[in-house]
């Protein structure tokens, strides 16, 4: 699924990947060199007010972009990396959109577009002349009676969202080729043609996002706003520390739960455990509509949150099925002396990544 392709054009050379996350921005630069692509250059700019002041966000779950303040983050990130190229492919987070399984009896091609069309009025709280739509079909069933239906994902973005994003980018100096919502790049670049069926857990610092892939495409998504953030303030109020120093214990102790630790996990645990509940709500939900659908064989961590030590055992416990934590870089070239910091930057980086395999 491509969407937004009003906005595609053809690319050569070097193309910029970049995510406007809640509190930071990440972007990579990415070349190709034979067949394999190149990171070049990246760059990961972070809103540290944003982590002893929580109403300080580039943009919150609420569908509101704060541009000129992610204006102003993105030209400085431009300013700091000096990459070779201005062409931009970007993402649109997960809540920014609007999805929903429409269940269709089969029909032919035109008249199956004419009937997402009249559904997505009746389902989208939005007029349709405010909103950019696509969908794709993905799955089928049939019923008690024998008839057939189609499953078809449909998903819709504000149109002004897209114009706030053309902005940033047109006052950084940005030529921004294409948009796509981030459960696009993040199933592209983590699953592929994969026919595993999977959740990719996206923990960010605002929001987790949670997705379903089998066969390689989108079948379900979902959103909480239990995140990273959630883990450091349940520390700051617990040990009565400014937010910063709990940011710091987080990343430092993690949660693996054994001598000095032990009381930083029994205090982060239950954050963990509403987003691990939320997953496993996600996946009620998608057999629930998706009946006779696969079981889920395993999970992929991602977004900053997926960094926390001891994070990938925890969730395998409790999910009862192997999980692992992205690793993009795999499918990149990139500099020998990145390798050091190649386990942390993975999951950060995995959706900008995967927006420049468009």
């Known amino acids: 699924m491509k969407l937004f392709n009003f906005l595609s054009k053809p690319q050569d050379g070097s193309v910029l990947g970049l995510d406007i996350g809640t509190t930071s921005i990440k972007m990579v630069e990415i070349g190709k060199k034979g067949q394999t692509p190149e990171l070049v250059n990246y760059g990961i700019l972070e809103t540290k007010g944003s982590v002893s002041r929580t109403n300080t966000a580039l943009q919150t779950s609420g569908l509101k972009l704060f541009e000129k303040e992610a204006g102003e983050f993105l030209k400085a990130l431009i300013d700091r990396m000096q990459p070779r190229t201005r062409n931009a492919i ?20 035109t008249d199956l577009q004419k009937a997402v069309a009249f ?9 349709l002349a405010e909103v950019a739509l696509d969908w794709s079909k993905v799955g089928e069933y049939k019923d008690a009676k024998g008839f057939t239906y189609f499953q078809v994902l449909l998903i819709s973005v504000p149109n002004t969202e897209i114009r706030k994003y053309q902005g940033i980018c047109a006052a950084a100096g940005l030529n921004l080729q294409s948009l796509e919502v981030e459960s696009i790049s993040l199933t592209r670049m983590l699953v592929g043609s994969d026919p595993t069926p999977t959740f990719i857990v996206d923990i960010g610092n605002r929001s987790t996002g949670i997705i379903v892939a089998t066969e390689g495409s989108i079948k379900f998504t979902a959103q909480t706003d239990f995140s990273g953030s959630s883990l450091t303030q349940a520390l700051a109020s ?17 949660v693996l739960g054994t001598g000095p630790n032990y009381e930083l996990s029994t ?34 961590l991602t977004g900053g949150g997926a960094n926390l030590l001891g994070i990938q055992k925890y969730f ?30 993975n999951p950060s980086l995995a959706n900008s990544l995967g927006l420049t395999l468009r």
């Open 90 to 109: 970007a993402s649109l987070p997960l809540f920014s959109a609007f999805t929903t399984v429409l269940s269709l009896p089969a029909m032919g091609q």
């Open 267 to 300: 205090i982060m645990l239950p954050f963990l455990d509403a987003i691990i509940s939320e997953v496993k709500r996600t996946d009620f939900t998608y057999h629930s509509q998706f009946t006779g659908a696969p079981k889920i064989e395993r999970a992929i």
């Open 119 to 127: 559904q997505a009025r009746q389902v989208i709280p939005s007029p």
């Open 316 to 345: 395998e416990a409790q999910l009862g099925i192997p999980v692992v934590k992205a690793a993009p870089l795999l499918k990149f070239r990139y500099p020998a002396l990145l390798e050091p910091l190649v386990p942390e930057l």
């Open 238 to 254: 617990s040990l009565n520390i400014n937010s910063l120093r709990a940011e710091e214990l987080k990343k430092e102790r993690g």
